[in-house]
């Protein structure tokens, strides 16, 4: 998934498993075969690199965190994982495909990431990725920062994440030598496990960049005026309704 957090496996198996559920029309995207070599690139706890492996590909998973990591050496003992930031990619030209699920939004430093992307393919090679594009979470974001405001914290608000325009992220990939033959931008309203908790748990797992720089004594203020400020726009008939909007792209390397 990332770097620079610390990511709890059990709660993101247990009430964010829409996280790899969803990646199932990414998978048909990369439409892997037999015999092919794959990255997944920000494989979590491994569901969906055993996905690829199900095809008969040789796939290897890499993440940027160890507990990450470890849970999916659990998950899946035959499959090989790593730990690796992906901004530090260390492959050349090994493989026909990297693929990346709900990763690339965690890191705000894009080039370093789309360089080693494009080391690590071989000519023929693809890319098939799905990450939070432009406005992604944008009505709980201004709920966060009006929240932040209220609370009266010293330093300002600051978004945690990197979500790039179709016609930004296409640029850098084609500034590395990509060539991009499919990218779309969509919206797809996620409802959180949970009901009424559904939020505080998603903070929880995906929020901690923010949350680490409230002292602790002041962390369940600013969590009950995040909900307070987010409900008009994001619950729904007992339960959050997360305002996802998803880059989806495929790029070739000629």
Same mark, same amino acid.
């Given at each position: 998934?990332?770097? =620079?957090?610390?990511?709890?496996?059990?709660?993101?198996?247990?009430? +964010?498993?829409?996280?790899?559920?969803? &990646?199932?029309? @990414? /998978?048909?995207?990369?439409?892997?075969?037999? =015999?092919?070599? %794959?990255?997944?690139?920000?494989? &979590?706890?491994? +569901?969906?690199?055993?996905? %690829?492996?199900?095809?008969?590909?040789? $796939?290897?998973?890499?993440?940027?965190?160890?507990?990450? #990591?470890?849970?999916?050496?659990?998950?899946?003992?035959? /499959?090989?994982?790593? #730990?690796?930031?992906?901004?530090?990619?260390?492959?050349?030209?090994?493989?026909?495909?990297?693929?990346?699920?709900?990763?690339? +939004?965690? %890191?705000?430093?894009?080039?370093?990431? $789309?360089?080693?992307?494009?080391?690590?393919?071989?000519? &023929?090679?693809?890319?098939?990725?799905?990450?939070?594009?432009?406005?992604?979470?944008?009505?709980?974001?201004?709920?966060?920062?009006?929240?932040?405001?209220?609370?009266?914290?010293?330093?300002?608000?600051?978004?945690?994440?990197?979500?790039?325009?179709?016609?930004?992220?296409?640029? @850098? /990939?084609?500034? +590395? =030598?990509?060539? $991009?033959?499919?990218?779309?931008?969509?919206?797809?309203?996620?409802?959180?496990?949970?009901?009424?908790?559904?939020?505080?748990?998603?903070?929880?797992?995906?929020?901690?960049?923010?949350?680490?720089? %409230?002292?602790?004594?002041?962390?369940?203020?600013? /969590?009950?005026?995040?909900?307070?400020?987010?409900?008009?726009?994001?619950?729904?008939? &007992?339960?959050?309704?997360?305002?996802?909007?998803?880059?989806?792209?495929?790029?070739?390397?000629?």
């Amino acid at each position: 998934m990332t770097h =620079g957090t610390d990511w709890n496996p059990a709660l993101y198996e247990d009430k +964010h498993s829409f996280v790899w559920k969803l &990646g199932a029309g @990414l /998978l048909e995207l990369l439409a892997p075969q037999p =015999g092919e070599r %794959i990255l997944d690139l920000g494989c &979590g706890t491994g +569901h969906l690199t055993n996905q %690829i492996a199900a095809s008969g590909a040789q $796939v290897v998973g890499i993440d940027g965190s160890l507990e990450m #990591v470890e849970r999916a050496r659990e998950n899946y003992p035959e /499959l090989s994982f790593s #730990v690796m930031d992906a901004r530090e990619i260390t492959f050349r030209e090994e493989f026909d495909a990297v693929f990346s699920n709900a990763t690339l +939004h965690w %890191i705000q430093e894009p080039q370093p990431v $789309v360089e080693g992307v494009a080391r690590t393919l071989h000519a &023929g090679g693809r890319f098939v990725a799905e990450f939070g594009g432009r406005g992604n979470t944008g009505k709980f974001l201004e709920a966060a920062e009006r929240a932040w405001n209220k609370c009266g914290f010293p330093s300002g608000f600051q978004n945690p994440w990197y979500y790039p325009t179709v016609a930004e992220y296409a640029a @850098l /990939l084609e500034s +590395h =030598g990509l060539e $991009v033959t499919f990218a779309t931008l969509f919206d797809r309203p996620t409802p959180l496990e949970d009901g009424a908790r559904g939020l505080r748990n998603w903070m929880a797992m995906f929020f901690g960049r923010v949350l680490e720089r %409230i002292p602790a004594s002041q962390r369940e203020q600013y /969590l009950d005026e995040v909900e307070r400020e987010a409900r008009p726009g994001l619950f729904r008939d &007992g339960r959050w309704i997360m305002d996802y909007r998803r880059l989806r792209i495929v790029a070739g390397k000629p």
